[in-house]
């Protein structure tokens, strides 16, 4: 598993990154998690339908994502996220 640099990864939060060619700002870094993840929020115009709790409608909002910071064996960067190599992220 990659060592990762926790305060280094705090410089993610507001970049902006391509998640699956899709261009995304990062919201929030759940770091706890292992590997960590990212939540990112879509840039482009387009919103989606946003469910409630209980699964109904509640209105138009940016599409958000959920994507873990490593690949599946925790020895690289998600390939989803092909900026991250260009950030300095280890220890």
Not at 23 to 35: K, M, N, S, T, Y
Not at 38 to 58: E, W
Not at 68 to 88: S, T, Y
Request: hydrophobic share 45%.
């Amino acid at each position: 598993m990659l060592s990762l640099h926790p305060a280094k990864l705090q410089t993610l939060l507001g970049c902006s990154l391509l998640y699956q060619g899709i261009p995304c700002q990062v919201i929030e870094l759940l770091a706890e998690e292992e590997p960590p993840i990212l939540v990112l929020r879509a840039t482009h115009d387009r919103k989606v339908i946003q469910a409630n709790q209980y699964g109904d409608a509640s209105g138009w909002a940016p599409q958000t994502f959920t994507a873990p910071l490593l690949n599946v064996r925790g020895d690289r960067f998600n390939p989803d996220l092909p900026e991250l190599i260009g950030f300095d992220l280890l220890v």
